[in-house]
């Protein structure tokens, strides 16, 4: 068997015969079933099928574009090529959705899915209770890379020899990342995306402290910086993705709290945790349910304000289970029908400053500044009148500077298709 992918970025991928084990064993196989968007959009529809899988082939490539450039030694190329296969290996259902979920409700053994020695330790990997296989097939990426599993694992940690090429402020890892989703989104053309990834892996060297970049290299950097800022304000921004990541949490905190979500669910897809809920919850947990399939045929809730907050001092109260219930009844009593808050910590999200060093004088440089911003959203089960949305974003204000003391100005988030395509029209002119 020929060992290749057929890349949308980078075309044809050959792989060599140590690392193809490790794409056709079974916890990366998985990967072919969770999506590299948290939630599976309805806005978005060019970025919501991609997977991990995919993702893992375009780092391994990169991986092997930077350790030819750098003429690694055979067994140094080997550490890095697999850490990049398996370093998104514990991504659980859904990403970094369900992560932050299990992260807020401190859940027994916690869990990060880049941590994967700490993961084996506490039962995720091989030592899981419930039986670590998919689709009957044990995982068994430890076995076969024996003896290099450890100074792999620290790769994917970002430690080690090479780690900071995989896990940085920037890395490979999230250069194709971005670019990827940002070609599939339609924000940025699959010749653009291959050459702004490739010639910034191509240009990063390691320096005994960081990384280093040359003058071109710092354009290119800046080129991906405000890709990724326009690919992030459309995932974070719009009204769709933002009340698909708001129902999927509220989803997620209501079977956590039923008992139907745990650590040990991250071993599932994105369809098998679909439909786990929906056939746990049942009875008691029948108003979720209803949620969950509102979700997953794209009847969204709607949009009754979207507003951004300056900071983010105030995004460990307002993400509170408790302080969302409560806003939540507050403004859902004010309009008459339920609805969901949900608020995202902003945090170098939408901008990203990377710091490296410039090796062509020497000097350690910051590249752009990162975000800092709380956004905070309320969805209504019903569409709204003009008055009505009125009054709840009245209420919500009120809420916000009675309970928690919220004076700082509080401003309405534009639209981020208009932010990033210039007011274009959205559709062609018929042609018939």
């Known amino acids: 068997m020929r060992n290749r992918f057929l890349d949308p970025i980078y075309g044809r991928v050959d792989v060599d015969d140590t690392s193809m084990p490790l794409f056709l064993s079974p916890e990366i196989q998985r990967l072919r079933y969770v999506r590299m968007c948290n939630i599976n959009s309805l806005l978005i529809t060019g970025a919501s099928e991609p997977s991990r899988f995919e993702h893992i082939v375009g780092v391994y490539y990169l991986a092997k574009v930077w350790a030819a450039h750098n003429a690694l030694h055979p067994a140094h190329r080997h550490i890095l090529c697999s850490a990049a296969i398996i370093h998104d290996l514990q991504t659980g259902p859904f990403g970094h959705s369900m992560e932050y979920i299990l992260d807020d409700n401190s859940i027994e053994g916690g869990f990060e899915h880049e941590d994967i020695r700490s993961g084996h330790s506490r039962k995720y990997l091989q030592d899981l209770s419930a039986g670590v296989s998919f689709r009957g097939a044990p995982f068994n990426t430890s076995i076969t890379l024996k003896n290099f599993w450890p100074e792999i694992v620290e790769t994917v940690k970002g430690a080690g020899r090479y780690g900071r090429i995989l896990s940085a402020d920037l890395d490979i890892d999230n250069i194709d990342n971005v670019v990827r989703l940002s070609m599939h989104v339609g924000i940025l053309s699959s010749s653009e995306a291959k050459r702004i990834a490739l010639g910034i892996a191509r240009n990063l060297q390691l320096t005994s402290t960081g990384v280093s970049v040359d003058r071109e290299g710092i354009d290119l950097i800046k080129e991906w910086q405000k890709v990724r800022q326009n690919l992030y304000k459309i995932l974070l921004w719009d009204w769709a993705e933002f009340s698909a990541k708001a129902m999927l949490t509220r989803v997620m905190e209501d079977a956590v709290s039923l ?21 746990e919850l049942t009875g008691e947990g029948g108003r979720t349910k209803e949620i969950l399939d509102r979700l997953v045929r794209g009847a969204l809730y709607e949009p009754v304000s979207m507003l951004t907050l300056p900071g983010t001092t105030y995004y460990s109260r307002l993400s509170e289970l408790s302080s969302k219930r409560n806003i939540e009844a507050e403004v859902s009593s004010s309009i008459g029908c339920p609805c969901i808050f949900h608020v995202i910590k902003d945090k170098a999200k939408t901008k990203r400053s990377i710091t490296m060093t410039n090796r062509e004088n020497g000097e350690d440089i ?67």
């Not at 991250?266 to 786990?276: K, P, Q, V």
């Not at 919500?396 to 928690?404: I, N």
């Open 366 to 432: 910051e590249i752009g500044e990162s975000s800092d911003q709380t956004l905070i959203a309320v969805f209504s089960s019903a569409a709204l009148s003009a008055s009505m949305i009125q009054r709840a974003e009245s209420q919500l204000k009120g809420v916000l500077l009675r309970d928690y003391g919220i004076v700082q100005e509080l401003t309405i988030l534009p639209d981020p298709l208009d932010e990033v395509t210039g007011n274009l029209p959205l559709e062609q002119p018929s042609l018939f």
């Open 259 to 279: 008992g139907k979500l745990s650590s040990d669910n991250w071993i599932m897809t994105d369809d098998a945790l679909i439909a786990h809920l929906s056939s």
